[in-house]
């Protein structure tokens, strides 16, 4: 009887340690669920601010886009006119020649998001790869549209000094390009005859031909914001986790 008594409760012990393997199971499934739950949070929330800063992005680029093809457009106008120097309204062309060789542009959206996360790796918690390498390569792409408008940039600051000294009218007459105006007959007959030189037309075709690279570039950099925005807007409707 005393040897029955000492028997080992084996079925109870099994079924006590099935308890507490399946508590734990249970609780390491909670810790998991959990953290995934707060991984996708940290994802829709990286995501909402990008497609916030993109979006401002897109609309500065766009603008930017505008502004060049303008530019552009005027110096080939002003190229245009050299044949038909009679017919100019003056007044319109000085504020033309003021925006070919004295003005440029620069264009520099908000990246405070994209930048924070390229520092500190929060590049690697979005899900989709392809929006990962487009992000990666957004900024490669955003360097070079500004190394184009870096180039308009010096070419404008030797381009006005050039123009100093090229023009056929007095330096008084050129101060009139920080102001309103209204152009007197003097000085639109300067303007004819500075229109007809040989550095009038070189300048403007420098500027016509750097502009149409800052025009091509734009596009092209319209084209990289329009893909990462539509990634964008895909991740967040499917959930902004993993597929």
């Not at 003005?103 to 959206?109: A, R, V």
């Not at 009038?200 to 149409?212: D, F, G, P, Q, S």
Request: glycine share 6%.
């Amino acid at each position: 009887g005393s040897v029955r008594q000492q028997q080992i409760p084996w079925a109870r012990i099994v079924a006590e340690g099935s308890v507490i393997v399946v508590s734990i199971l249970l609780a390491l499934g909670a810790d998991a669920a959990w953290e995934a739950r707060k991984e996708l949070a940290q994802e829709r929330n990286l995501l909402t601010g990008l497609l916030e800063e993109f979006r401002e992005t897109r609309a500065i680029v766009a603008d930017a886009a505008d502004r060049h093809e303008r530019v552009f457009r005027q110096t080939a106008l002003q190229m245009a006119a050299y044949d038909e120097r009679t017919s100019l309204d003056p007044t319109a062309t000085w504020r033309t020649l003021r925006l070919v060789y004295f003005e440029y542009l620069t264009t520099h959206p908000k990246s405070g998001v994209l930048d924070g996360m390229l520092s500190t790796g929060e590049l690697d918690k979005l899900s989709d790869p392809a929006l990962r390498t487009a992000l990666a390569g957004w900024p490669r792409r955003f360097r070079e549209f500004r190394e184009q408008e870096a180039v308009i940039e010096r070419w404008v600051l030797v381009a006005g000094p050039e123009l100093y000294r090229a023009a056929p009218f007095s330096r008084q007459a050129l101060e009139y390009f920080d102001g309103d105006f209204q152009v007197t007959t003097p000085f639109a007959e300067d303007l004819h005859l500075f229109l007809g030189t040989e550095d009038a037309k070189n300048l403007a075709a420098a500027r016509a031909l750097y502009e149409w690279h800052a025009v091509r570039d734009a596009g092209r950099l319209l084209d990289a914001v329009d893909g990462i925005l539509e990634l964008l807007e895909s991740e967040l409707e499917a959930g902004g986790g993993p597929s």
